[in-house]
């Protein structure tokens, strides 16, 4: 069973005595739905499930129906309701907390779960109108461990296909891979997810950003030169709004510069960054082989799946991620945690041997940790398997 931790955690949760609506978020095919279903088939409670990701109209009405169906099923020891992909219910937040509200004054033992693809969506949602009646539970990409369990994957087919369960029966056929991740994962995250959380008012910009990130992922870009790469670009300010709405659907996030001041940490250029290798890969023209071959984009593409991989297990940790650089000298990420700081390096083959941005970092900010992975370093194969949690040191 993949995602063990998380269904334990629920599993604990829907046993409890009723205290909190459990709500899942995170990107699409990160498994929500599969923990929901293996949930369901535990036979823990009576339960009852519904999807809101159908063709027909949902409304609050909808809401109302299923919620009556999985009261019909509670008795003394009660049930369990999972209601899926609910941001795509207008005021979804405003119509459970009034149900709630009336089964926790009726005394009603009505478990439930709330499950959503637009984390920053859902998480709108619930800091209204839900405030003290939910726990979060974030369920980020598969990681390599996950991978390699589930299909056998070995460390370079994790870096060039990523993490989507969904495809990886798909890649001995490399076109109809790329496909699917373009057509049914990206178009359909940002038409469904991106374009829900907010007004949008020029789509075709936050795509063209996109896969303008997608081709620079690993890079420090500025948004001046965002704009002189984009048609129509408009603003930095649009520039970073849409590519805040991107991080919060799972696919591209834009690393601060770290300086220690948040004021100047919100204004630097940032590092893009694909959060699932995948996405980098089916947009390029490069087949396995011949991405293994060109050593400059093999050694971005490990930098952005390191990069992917402290973003993805850092969120929900309050660990923040940042990249640093001052004049010709950098340092790949750094893990910041309270006051605690871990500067990480990566090393593939265009790297030199000397890390001259690690030892100016020191000096300037004097780390806790500082980590080299690859080389001589930590192995990138126990790198991968390693959370960002366990990274950061105490202060």
Same mark, same amino acid.
């Given at each position: 069973? &993949?995602?063990?931790?998380?269904?334990d955690?629920?599993?604990?949760r829907?046993?409890?005595?009723?205290?909190?609506?459990?709500?899942?978020?995170?990107p699409?095919?990160?498994?929500?739905?599969?923990l929901?279903?293996?949930?369901?088939?535990?036979?823990?409670?009576?339960?009852h499930?519904?999807?809101?990701?159908?063709?027909?109209?949902?409304?609050r009405?909808?809401?109302?129906?299923?919620?009556?169906?999985?009261?019909?099923?509670?008795d003394?020891?009660?049930?369990?309701?999972?209601? *899926?992909?609910?941001?795509k219910i207008?005021?979804w937040?405003?119509?459970?907390?009034?149900?709630?509200?009336? *089964?926790?004054?009726?005394?009603v033992?009505?478990?439930?779960?709330?499950?959503?693809?637009?984390p920053?969506?859902?998480?709108?949602?619930?800091t209204?109108?839900? =405030?003290?009646?939910?726990?979060?539970?974030?369920?980020?990409?598969?990681?390599?461990?996950?991978?390699?369990?589930? +299909?056998?994957w070995d460390?370079?087919?994790?870096? &060039?296909?990523?993490?989507?369960?969904?495809?990886?029966?798909?890649?001995?056929?490399?076109?109809?891979?790329?496909?699917?991740?373009?057509?049914s994962?990206?178009e359909?995250?940002?038409?469904?997810?991106?374009?829900?959380?907010?007004?949008?008012?020029?789509?075709?910009l936050l795509?063209?950003?996109?896969?303008?990130?997608?081709?620079?992922?690993?890079?420090?870009?500025?948004y001046?030169?965002?704009?002189?790469?984009?048609?129509?670009?408009?603003?930095?300010?649009?520039?970073?709004?849409?590519?805040?709405?991107?991080?919060?659907?799972?696919?591209?996030?834009?690393?601060?510069?770290y300086?220690g001041?948040?004021?100047?940490?919100?204004?630097?250029?940032?590092?893009?960054?694909?959060?699932?290798?995948?996405?980098?890969?089916?947009?390029?023209?490069?087949?396995?082989?011949?991405?293994r071959?060109?050593?400059?984009?093999w050694?971005?593409?490990v930098e952005?799946?390191a990069?992917?991989?402290?973003?993805?297990? =850092?969120?929900?940790?309050?660990?923040?991620v940042?990249?640093?650089?001052?004049?010709?000298k950098?340092v790949?990420?750094?893990?910041?945690?309270?006051?605690?700081l871990?500067?990480?390096?990566?090393?593939?083959?265009?790297?030199?041997?000397?890390?001259?941005?690690?030892?100016? +970092?020191? *000096?300037?900010?004097?780390?806790?940790?500082?980590?080299?992975?690859?080389?001589?370093?930590?192995?990138?194969?126990? &790198? +991968?398997?390693?959370?960002?949690?366990?990274?950061?040191?105490?202060?």
């Open positions: 069973m &993949f995602k063990r931790p998380l269904f955690i629920l599993q604990i829907i046993q409890e005595p009723r205290r909190f609506i459990q709500v899942m978020a995170g699409r095919q990160a498994g929500k739905t599969t929901a279903r293996q949930l369901e088939a535990s036979e823990l409670l009576p339960c499930y519904a999807s809101a990701d159908q063709p027909t109209l949902r409304d009405t909808w809401i109302e129906q299923q919620w009556d169906l999985a009261r019909l099923k509670a003394k020891e009660g049930a369990l309701l999972i209601l *899926d992909e609910i941001q207008p005021a937040s405003e119509t459970v907390k009034s149900l709630w509200d009336q *089964d926790t004054h009726g005394k033992p009505l478990r439930v779960i709330l499950l959503g693809s637009a920053l969506l859902v998480q709108e949602g619930l209204e109108s839900l =405030a003290g009646r939910f726990e979060l539970i974030r369920v980020p990409h598969w990681s390599f461990s996950e991978m390699q369990q589930a +299909f056998g460390l370079d087919e994790y870096l &060039f296909f990523g993490g989507y369960p969904g495809a990886a029966t798909l890649i001995s056929d490399q076109e109809r891979w790329a496909r699917y991740i373009l057509d994962l990206v359909t995250t940002i038409s469904r997810d991106v374009l829900l959380m907010s007004r949008i008012n020029k789509p075709a795509r063209q950003l996109f896969h303008l990130g997608c081709a620079y992922s690993g890079q420090i870009l500025s001046q030169k965002m704009l002189g790469q984009l048609q129509d670009a408009g603003n930095t300010t649009t520039l970073a709004h849409y590519l805040q709405l991107l991080s919060g659907a799972g696919l591209l996030a834009g690393l601060p510069k300086s001041h948040r004021v100047r940490q919100r204004a630097s250029s940032p590092k893009l960054l694909v959060l699932n290798t995948a996405l980098m890969t089916a947009a390029s023209s490069l087949s396995f082989e011949e991405a071959a060109d050593r400059r984009f050694g971005r593409l952005s799946a990069g992917a991989h402290l973003v993805n297990s =850092a969120w929900g940790r309050q660990i923040e940042f990249y640093w650089r001052e004049r010709s950098e790949d990420f750094v893990l910041k945690q309270r006051e605690s871990t500067a990480i390096e990566v090393k593939t083959a265009r790297r030199r041997e000397e890390l001259p941005g690690m030892a100016a +970092f020191d *000096d300037a900010f004097s780390p806790h940790g500082k980590l080299l992975v690859g080389g001589q370093g930590m192995a990138l194969d126990d &790198f +991968f398997k390693t959370s960002a949690q366990a990274l950061i040191r105490p202060d």
